[in-house]
């Protein structure tokens, strides 16, 4: 109940105002406005000594007034109740109070969007690419759903097909969901070299072969042990790359993956090319990786000066890098005769430097040869790709005679 403010005075005392009036009338004591004579003497008259000791009469509380001090007290309490929760609210950040929660879009969206995740990118980095496409409507939220799904760290780079204004959840779901992902993936194998692997990498990825023969070596960030070739720098590998790389971006992601190895394997650039060369001849001799450390040894074996082969490497797969043809076992007399530096059978030592991409297993044989005092092999079967080794000049010639007796049989494949 409130009271207009001419009944207070500027101490806060309550005047008297036609209630108050009121209030004498409740209380027995109505107020006399006009004088009566006939009054006079029994009013005025001294009160008798009885009457002096006459108990006094208990003023009565207004009712209205205990109302007014109890709404009164109710507000005080309230106001000191929303100052005091106000504090509590800004000492408690974890609390939500429903103002902040971040908008999200709902449902599973609209249309297609392609979207590229790159390589490494981390949960928030990828909220800001799908709020940046409008894919998602909220990166807090989204980041919430990552966050609330374990599966989240498995999200794979690469191009995924998205659609607009999705739900968070909807949109994380699609990112784990393989078949959302456009894979254009190129598997280059090992042992292979620049020419082919040129002609894979324009079959997969749409390019021609003439785009990757005009890319400058030198603009790729070649190891200096390269002498600005590429060949045996090109690492073997399953590359996935995005729909706009350019052929110079793809032979630059090849490149940097094989000085990521290189490194990790503990090779020094001073002794990258010499690894590498002998590594590729490893991989194009042996078929099986329990070969390659083997091979490993008798180019080892015979590169120290042997008497019975004078240093002289002799494998067959050098030749071959000099004719670039495929698909025979062994080399005719003619093809051995070719003055090529690459000839290791006219040269003695390693060739001027690799004659393919050789992979991380035959450059581990490189650095850990098998212990043997071997200084032949010769594959007896290219079928199955057995392959026998021998310590003298006798054996090798019985395994010979093995391998010969299979091109007989293979009429066409020697």
């Known amino acids: 109940m409130s009271l207009p403010p001419e009944d207070w005075d500027e101490h806060g005392v309550r005047g008297r105002s036609e209630s108050a009036a009121f209030d004498d009338d409740v209380l027995g004591l109505r107020r006399v406005t006009e004088h009566d004579e006939s009054l006079a003497d029994d009013v005025l008259a001294p009160e008798s000594e009885a009457g002096m000791f006459r108990p006094r009469r208990r003023k009565r509380r207004n009712p209205f007034l205990k109302v007014i001090a109890l709404l009164a007290a109710v507000a005080v309490v309230l106001t000191a109740s929303v100052y005091a929760f106000g504090s509590l609210k800004d000492l408690i950040p974890s609390v939500s109070f429903g103002q902040d929660a971040p908008s999200d879009y709902e449902g599973s969206g609209t249309g297609e969007v ?7 990118a981390a949960g928030g980095q990828i909220a800001e690419i799908l709020l940046e496409q409008d894919v998602i409507g909220s990166a807090g939220a989204f980041t919430a759903a990552l966050q609330a799904d374990p599966r989240s760290s498995g999200i794979q780079p690469g191009t995924y097909r998205m659609a607009s204004q999705m739900s968070s959840e909807a949109a994380l779901a699609r990112l784990l969901d393989g078949n959302y992902r456009e894979i254009n993936g190129v598997t280059i194998r090992e042992g292979l070299w620049v020419s082919e692997t040129f002609a894979l990498l324009a079959e ?48 630059t992601a090849m490149i940097a993956l094989g000085k990521s190895t290189y490194a990790d394997l503990g090779i020094s650039d001073g002794d990258l090319r010499e690894v590498l060369t002998k590594a590729s001849i490893v991989q194009g001799e042996g078929m099986f990786a329990d070969d390659m450390p083997k091979i490993a040894r008798v180019m080892d074996n015979r590169i120290e000066g042997n008497s019975e082969t004078n240093g002289m490497m002799q494998m067959d797969s050098t030749v071959h890098f000099i004719y670039q043809e495929r698909g025979r076992a062994g080399t005719t007399e003619e093809q051995r005769a070719n003055d090529s530096p690459y000839n290791t059978y006219l040269h003695p030592g390693l060739p001027p430097g690799p004659i393919n991409s050789p992979g991380e297993q035959a450059i581990k044989a490189v650095l850990n040869p098998a212990e ?5 092999f010769v594959t007896v079967n290219p079928s199955t790709g057995e392959t026998k080794f021998a310590d003298t000049f006798a054996e090798h010639q019985v395994n010979v005679a093995e391998f010969t007796q299979w091109c007989a049989d293979n009429p066409g494949q020697c």
């Open 114 to 120: 392609t979207v590229e995740i790159p390589e490494g």
């Open 204 to 251: 997969g990825t749409g390019h021609e072969v003439k785009d990757y023969e005009a890319v400058d070596p030198e603009t790729l960030g070649l190891p200096e042990a390269a002498n600005g070739e590429l060949e045996g720098f090109l690492f073997p590998s399953t590359y996935e790359f995005g729909p706009d790389a350019t052929p110079a971006e793809q032979l």
């Open 372 to 376: 043997g005092s071997w200084l032949y």
